[in-house]
């Protein structure tokens, strides 16, 4: 039923995302006031610079630098500014005057959080960000509204392009990390400073933000345990295809059982992990997303799709704003977050998963009982074992172990590697990789 009603709908940002958006409400006006029950009028778009060149041409009078002034007497506000400030302050202020905020924006979401859901539910308002994670993919209304019933047990996510870009390339080219790197800058597909994506932080913000959803409780940013994928060479990705392996940067989130007198906890990590080449999440290519979410009674599910782009970005903000067109509409107060309990968040010394260890010993006589003896002293279980000769030109015999481990806690491996590496026999443990979805 349409309303006849008039929404004011404020944009604060006209970035590749922005842009988008507000084209598409522009040129989908009338077919978006039937699924939403009312006009949806852009009132205005908040930037820096009226006269900036934009990625699409939208209309001059739209453009403001007043920012405050925009937000007040809004009934929707979109935030596609990012950064921290004068995002935060903004969104308060929307909220505070009674608008619902939609944003995309994770940095902000994975340190303000709490503080933002709550000036939310003091007014009754909604704040949706489907965009903050994975772009495209419907995940994040999934995670709270379709699965609130179950019970999610775990989930995998690539959820940064540029490094499943820079991987996929390593492992199909066989080429070293430092040269893709800059292929993929030099052709777009990674910023001039990849540090965000390549050390795994825009992926543990986004990692933040899925286990919150998912166990229903606050996973502060500092909680979440996270590495990058600088240190991946050509051979890490060799060893890993030889032994049936493709490495991914993954954001794992997952809920450990209270055992051993511990009470139960979630563990919620990033790092390069080696998955099976079956594996489903295998088979995402250059810059896709995917996330594989295991749920009690639902079982595996997988969200696949576009992690990134302007107008794919811009989809997701569209929905969001339609959905909080229909609550305007409903009345009623914003659909709270259930992600504000408090439950323990485990080190990551406690995850247990098999492990690849590759190691560059002396290759001598009792060198390979050596190292079994201390992985049997540390408690680590040896499942497969290749040696390979180590060509040197300082005439010392060489060999490189690639060990594959049963499953070990995390704490007793990382103790063993120590072990490995001042046992005088090791000369250089090249690589610890996890291995995630078995
Ligand atoms: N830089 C991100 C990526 C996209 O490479 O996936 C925005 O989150």
């Not at 949806?40 to 739209?62: F, M, S, T």
């Not at 405050?68 to 909220?95: F, K, Q």
């Amino acid at each position: 039923m349409i309303d006849h009603r008039t929404l004011r709908v404020a944009l604060l940002g006209a970035g590749s995302v922005g842009s988008q958006v507000a084209r598409l409400l522009l040129e989908h006006a009338d077919e978006l006031e039937g699924r939403a029950g009312a006009r949806l009028e852009l009132v205005g778009i908040a930037v820096r610079n009226v006269d900036a060149q934009r990625d699409v041409e939208l209309p001059h009078e739209l453009f403001t630098t007043d920012a405050h002034e925009l937000i007040v007497g809004s009934d929707i506000v979109i935030e596609l500014m990012g950064g921290i400030e004068p995002a935060r302050t903004h969104i308060l202020d929307a909220l505070q005057s009674g608008a619902d905020v939609i944003t995309g924006n994770k940095a902000l979401l994975a340190t303000h959080g709490a503080e933002i859901f709550d000036a939310a539910d003091q007014v009754g308002a909604s704040v949706s960000y489907e965009a903050a994670v994975a772009a495209a993919i419907p995940i994040l209304r999934p995670l709270k509204d379709s699965l609130a019933g179950d019970f999610v047990t775990r989930i995998f996510g690539i959820v940064n392009g540029t490094t499943n870009y820079i991987l996929d390339r390593m492992d199909t080219e066989g080429a070293d990390f430092a040269e893709v790197l800059a292929d993929a800058q030099m052709l777009g597909y990674a910023e001039a400073d990849p540090t965000a994506d390549v050390e795994g932080y825009d992926a543990a913000q986004k990692a933040a933000i899925l286990a919150s959803l998912a166990f229903h409780t606050n996973v502060p940013l500092e909680a979440v345990h996270c590495e990058g994928i600088s240190s991946i060479g050509a051979d890490a990705i060799e060893n890993a295809k030889k032994a049936g392996y493709v490495i991914k940067l993954l954001a794992t989130c997952e809920r450990l059982p209270a055992e051993n007198g511990e009470d139960a906890a979630i563990s919620v990590r990033v790092y390069p992990a080696l998955i099976k080449r079956d594996h489903p999440l295998a088979s995402v290519h250059g810059g896709n997303n995917a996330v594989y979410v295991e749920a009690a009674a639902a079982g595996p599910l997988m969200f696949y799709g576009a992690g990134a782009g302007g107008v794919q970005t811009a989809s997701a903000i569209l929905g969001d704003v339609v959905s909080a067109a229909r609550r305007h509409i409903a009345g009623g107060v914003g659909v709270g977050e259930s992600a504000r309990g408090t439950q323990p968040i485990a080190d990551i010394g406690r995850i247990t998963t098999r492990y690849q260890i590759t190691l560059d010993v002396t290759d001598e006589q009792g060198v390979l009982a050596t190292v079994a003896t201390i992985l049997n002293e540390g408690g680590v279980s040896i499942a497969t074992l290749e040696q390979t000769a180590v060509e040197t030109n300082d005439g010392e015999s060489r060999a490189r172990l690639v060990i594959g481990t049963h499953r070990a806690r995390e704490q007793a491996l990382s103790a063993t590697t120590e072990r490995l590496a001042e046992s005088g026999v090791v000369e250089r443990v090249v690589t610890v990789l996890r291995v995630e979805g078995e």
